[in-house]
């Protein structure tokens, strides 16, 4: 009897209608365009306007992942939606997700583990699947980085645009294929690289909060890229050997679209060649914890994802967290 495993049977993506071009985030900034693409890998993001907000973009994808999967709404155990830009402090988003989609009665929370949150929900998903006590999850990480932004700071308005992405986890004991494992990791001693400082219970928001812009996203962008580069590679090199698959056997990569120069580090690092490495980054920017997920159904839909095929996920984000998914897929 083959033991229980969860299988991504559908995905889904969804952006604002606002496209911005480097040229306009360069006349906030008083830079060349030219230097943002440049440092970032980046050419183009998306910005929520007035009628965006992250429960319906999280609408959207979800949508096309219920489409996608052949189910709707009403066959869902659970949903998990994974945001660091909410629409309120509380209710979840994932309830109010819960509510655009015409359902009641059945689990909806937040997760909060910064750029790596959608892996964080993929694990929970994951683990209510394998122990039987959901058929059906919806994971969806949604952001509007947009309205975090300082558009006068350098370090962050040149990488972050607003999307979601979605994806349908369902039991199946298929066998060899589905997720093979997820490992997720912290060190909260480095919290004060990636942060928004004000606005919470420490430091409530204010006059003065505002006035010093503490409300909006800071990132130490030159620790933060050694410090990521680092533990992710090595989380990557233990997952591998634990599961004992060679880099060489990996179909395709997706690594978190933090920053263009990143990505082409780890995969020079690995030896993955461009075309086993997804890149969504030069079209959508940052979109936090999005983006792995958006990027999963990039691939997904254009094809590069096959039955069968080794996917690598790997991602990093504030806290510090980190975490890579093993899978195979079908």
């Given at each position: ?244 698959w060679q880099v060489a056997e990996l179909d395709q990569v997706i690594f978190h679209q933090a920053n263009g120069r990143m990505i082409a580090q780890l995969c020079r690092m690995f030896g993955i060649a461009p075309e086993r490495c997804v890149t969504t980054i030069e079209q959508v920017g940052n979109t936090s914890s999005a983006s792995i997920a958006m990027a999963l159904d990039y691939a997904n839909r254009n094809q590069r994802l096959l039955k069968g095929n080794r996917i690598l996920l790997g991602t990093f984000g504030g806290g510090l967290t980190w975490g890579t998914a093993l899978i195979r897929w079908g």
């Amino acid at each position: 009897m083959n033991l229980p495993l969860s299988r991504i049977s559908g995905t889904g993506s969804a952006l604002p209608a606002r496209r911005v071009e480097n040229q306009e985030v360069a006349d906030l900034l008083g830079k060349d365009a030219s230097y943002i693409y440049r440092v970032s890998g980046i050419r183009t993001r998306y910005w929520a306007e007035s009628q965006d907000d992250c429960s319906s973009l999280a609408e959207q994808a979800s949508c096309q992942a219920l489409d996608q999967a052949g189910i709707t709404p009403n066959d869902l155990d659970a949903i998990i939606v994974s945001t660091t830009s909410p629409e309120m402090v509380f209710p979840s988003t994932a309830c109010l997700l819960q509510a655009r989609l015409g359902i009641s009665g059945i689990p909806a929370f937040d997760c909060s583990a910064s750029c790596s949150g959608f892996l964080y929900g993929l694990s929970m998903a994951d683990c209510f699947l394998r122990a039987g006590q959901f058929q059906r999850c919806l994971v969806v990480a949604s952001e509007v980085k947009s309205r975090t932004l300082d558009h006068e700071d350098l370090s962050t308005a040149i990488l972050f645009g607003d999307g979601a992405g979605a994806v349908i986890l369902e039991r199946s004991t298929f066998p060899d294929h589905g997720i093979v494992s997820i490992r997720l990791h912290a060190d909260g001693q480095h919290h004060d690289l990636v942060k928004i400082s004000g606005g919470g219970s420490r430091q409530p928001l204010s006059q003065a909060v505002l006035d010093d812009r503490s409300h909006t996203l800071r990132i130490q962008g030159a620790t933060l890229y050694r410090i990521a580069v680092r533990q992710l590679q090595q989380a990557l090199v233990d997952h591998l050997a634990e599961e004992k698959w060679q880099v060489a056997e990996l179909d395709q990569v997706i690594f978190h679209q933090a920053n263009g120069r990143m990505i082409a580090q780890l995969c020079r690092m690995f030896g993955i060649a461009p075309e086993r490495c997804v890149t969504t980054i030069e079209q959508v920017g940052n979109t936090s914890s999005a983006s792995i997920a958006m990027a999963l159904d990039y691939a997904n839909r254009n094809q590069r994802l096959l039955k069968g095929n080794r996917i690598l996920l790997g991602t990093f984000g504030g806290g510090l967290t980190w975490g890579t998914a093993l899978i195979r897929w079908g």
